[in-house]
């Protein structure tokens, strides 16, 4: 699979939001139509996460991207996410170095709850995913 192609890559660093639902197909309409944002209709299944996500793009320049994400089985880490109803899920930063953005979010109190690993959406981008004090999640997605 590719990755996200580059006309889709937001401006500044805060790269995206994501929102957990239990389908992507049943729901990516009506969060396109809200937002104002376009879908290119690829969905990329990611093993290693155990989900399937989709990116939305806002039609108004500047705006972060928008992910879907869509339990991949009953064994993925957001299947109990989306029994609870779904929603709201994380933000995401692209950083130029990912070792040393895990070393910063640790100092500032923040628990490495996935360690990096390549990501099929992003072309085999290292992400990683911390919890901080007041209860973000972060993603962090390596340039």
């Not at 197909?25 to 009506?30: H, K, L, Y």
């Not at 990611?46 to 039609?59: A, E, I």
């Amino acid at each position: 699979m590719n990755a996200i192609s580059l006309s889709w890559q937001p401006e500044g660093t805060f790269h995206h939001v994501g929102f957990v639902v239990a389908s992507i197909q049943n729901s990516v309409q009506g969060f396109a139509d809200i937002l104002q944002a376009d879908w290119d209709e690829e969905i990329f299944y990611d093993p290693n996460q155990g989900v399937r996500v989709t990116f939305l793009k806002s039609r108004r320049a500047g705006d972060p991207l928008f992910e879907l994400v869509e339990p991949a089985d009953e064994r993925s880490p957001v299947q109990s996410f989306v029994a609870k109803g779904g929603g709201l899920h994380h933000v995401c930063y692209a950083v130029e170095d990912l070792e040393q953005e895990l070393a910063r979010a640790r100092s500032c109190g923040a628990v490495i709850t996935r360690r990096p690993m390549p990501a099929v959406a992003f072309g085999g981008r290292r992400i990683a995913w911390i919890y901080t004090k007041n209860r973000l999640l972060i993603e962090y997605l390596e340039r």
